[in-house]
């Protein structure tokens, strides 16, 4: 057995008592996915990971969604694995330096976003009197529909919006691998009200990152409606901060959580994590949700 922590806000839990460096038996991994439908983002502390231990726990719980070929920061002993860090070796960066810095669900624009993802860290910031740094925010997507106004909810009902890839191309990974994210740019409608394929819980999928456009409306209006839906979604008091340790393994549910990593570190703080996600499925909205019990 396990302990579960839950965070006062709604979302977010600590699991204490679970070594997963060890493989989980189908009870304990029935559990561990049951909790995270509930709180959305779960942290296990002081674990013991390589890369390869790090895959083998998160293929408990689904299938691994691999990474472009060309995708830069993919270790070679984990190819699942891809390095998330602000520091250089040789002039060069280790890893996707920018990672995170906007709130956004992982992929959203793609058909088939992501529904897991796990996080390790392998060195965390401090400033000088030992305080954690580069934290991770979290806000729950069915939290912020629940809550939305009734005029706000008729105005999204049935509508998709467009995700966009290339909405923040001028990051700076890629000012410092620009062959690296060459080609056609990535796109995809989605409903701005999705279905959650497991709970059934209707959330909020715009986020800031990628959400370009709501399909069919005049872009001042889309722009304004969009801007409402984020100040209702990133309020300070739902949001649930992670504050990293080393040997961390962070977990969250990519469609009932968006996150936003906090940069207030700069070199020679380093901050260095191992992510990896799970594949997920086509996201839907009400209209095939009806059969669908919450």
């Given at each position: 057995m396990f302990e579960i922590i839950p965070s006062p806000r709604p979302v977010g839990a600590e699991v204490r008592g679970l070594d997963l460096s060890e493989p989980l038996d189908a009870a304990t991994v029935a559990r561990v996915r049951d909790t995270l439908s509930k709180h959305g983002v779960?942290?296990?502390?002081n674990q013991q990971l390589t890369p390869t231990r790090q895959v083998a726990y998160l293929e408990q719980f689904g299938t691994m969604?691999?990474?472009?070929?060309?995708?830069p920061f993919r270790l070679e002993e984990?190819?699942?694995v891809l390095v998330l860090s602000n520091a250089y070796e040789q002039g060069k960066p280790v890893g996707i330096i920018e990672a995170g810095q906007y709130w956004h669900s992982d992929l959203s624009y793609r058909p088939d976003p992501p529904l897991y993802a796990g996080l390790?860290?392998?060195?965390v910031p401090h400033d000088d009197a030992g305080r954690s740094l580069g934290g991770t925010m979290f806000v729950g997507t069915a939290h912020a529909y629940d809550t939305l106004s009734p005029e706000l909810k008729a105005r999204v009902e049935g509508r998709t919006a467009l995700h966009d890839r290339d909405k923040r191309?001028?990051?700076a990974t890629r000012r410092?691998?620009?062959?690296?994210?060459?080609?056609?740019?990535?796109?995809?409608?989605?409903p701005i009200v999705r279905v959650h394929p497991v709970t059934g819980r209707r959330g909020l999928y715009v986020n800031q990152t990628y959400t370009a456009a709501i399909t069919g409306m005049d872009p001042e209006e889309s722009d304004a409606l969009l801007e409402a839906l984020y100040q209702h979604l990133y309020r300070q008091e739902v949001r649930f901060t992670h504050q990293w340790q080393v040997g961390d393994l962070l977990m969250w549910d990519d469609c009932a959580v968006q996150h936003h990593a906090i940069n207030d570190y700069q070199l020679p703080q380093r901050r260095l994590i191992h992510r990896a996600v799970l594949e997920g499925s086509k996201p839907f909205g009400v209209?095939?949700?009806e059969t669908v019990q919450a």
């Open positions: 779960l942290y296990f502390r969604q691999p990474y472009d070929p060309k995708a984990a190819r699942d390790f860290a392998v060195e191309r001028f990051s410092t691998q620009p062959n690296e994210f060459d080609g056609a740019s990535q796109t995809q409608a989605q209209t095939r949700a």
